[in-house]
């Protein structure tokens, strides 16, 4: 174990939950053209990080991006904008791996890139107040991997960066953290060699 580790601070899409934009156009889209249409504008158009900042509503996102997409494909954009967290599934290993945490002594924190949708879907995993702290991005309109997030994240919690251990899939959020001063890790698939390597 690292004792200078006091806190595991987790990222939520693709580390505690599945975010697979592929599973919700396979659920709504009849055609490779839709999924093609929706995959650039809906999952890859400027919306999706606007949520995120919370500079929109999740709400808003299908009014904005249906400008863009034919009005053949209305309907299907309608139920991927509207439904995309069917995706949304705690990983395995998810839960496991968040009362590990909990039962050794560690604080656990939530850090997240998140619409405001985010609340919906989350308690699929476990109950908000079984985290010390969440923090999500659109409440903040602030994005990770800017070092202002993460900052802002230790001032809220009265947090140590150096008695944290961040944990993303996505090496710039990775980075931004390890900017910040915080410990940080990114993940590929298993909390097998995390709990090996930091927690033991």
Same mark, same amino acid.
């Given at each position: 174990?690292?004792?200078?580790?006091?806190? #595991?601070?987790?990222?939520?899409?693709?580390?505690?939950?599945?975010?697979?934009?592929?599973?919700? +156009?396979? !659920?709504?889209?009849?055609?490779?053209?839709?999924?093609? /249409?929706?995959?650039?504008?809906?999952?890859?158009?400027?919306?999706?990080?606007?949520?995120?900042?919370?500079?929109? *509503?999740?709400?808003?996102?299908?009014?904005?991006? *249906?400008?863009?997409?034919?009005?053949? %494909?209305?309907?299907?954009?309608?139920?991927?904008? +509207?439904?995309?967290?069917?995706?949304?599934? =705690?990983?395995?290993?998810? *839960?496991?791996?968040?009362?590990?945490?909990?039962?050794?002594?560690?604080? /656990?924190? #939530?850090?997240?890139?998140?619409?405001?949708?985010?609340?919906?879907?989350? =308690?699929?995993?476990?109950?908000?107040?079984?985290?010390?702290?969440?923090?999500?991005?659109?409440? %903040?309109?602030?994005?990770?991997?800017?070092?202002?997030?993460?900052? !802002?994240?230790?001032?809220?919690?009265?947090?140590? $960066?150096?008695?944290?251990?961040?944990?993303?899939?996505?090496?710039?959020?990775?980075? $931004?953290?390890?900017?910040? $001063? #915080?410990?940080?890790?990114? %993940?590929? $698939?298993?909390?097998?060699? #995390?709990?090996?390597?930091?927690?033991?």
């Amino acid at each position: 174990m690292n004792n200078k580790i006091k806190n #595991i601070v987790l990222d939520m899409g693709n580390v505690l939950f599945d975010f697979n934009p592929e599973f919700v +156009m396979n !659920t709504f889209c009849s055609s490779l053209e839709e999924k093609a /249409i929706i995959q650039r504008e809906l999952f890859e158009g400027p919306e999706w990080s606007l949520g995120d900042k919370g500079v929109i *509503k999740d709400a808003d996102r299908y009014d904005l991006v *249906k400008k863009r997409v034919p009005e053949a %494909y209305h309907e299907v954009l309608r139920n991927c904008a +509207m439904h995309w967290d069917v995706c949304m599934k =705690p990983l395995p290993g998810a *839960k496991e791996f968040c009362e590990y945490v909990r039962a050794h002594g560690y604080g /656990i924190y #939530i850090l997240s890139n998140a619409s405001d949708a985010f609340y919906s879907y989350f =308690p699929r995993l476990l109950p908000l107040d079984f985290f010390d702290g969440v923090f999500v991005s659109s409440d %903040y309109l602030m994005l990770k991997p800017d070092l202002e997030i993460y900052q !802002t994240f230790l001032s809220k919690y009265n947090l140590k $960066g150096e008695e944290c251990l961040f944990i993303d899939d996505r090496l710039e959020n990775v980075e $931004g953290a390890k900017m910040a $001063g #915080i410990q940080a890790v990114q %993940y590929f $698939g298993s909390f097998e060699p #995390i709990v090996k390597d930091y927690l033991k």
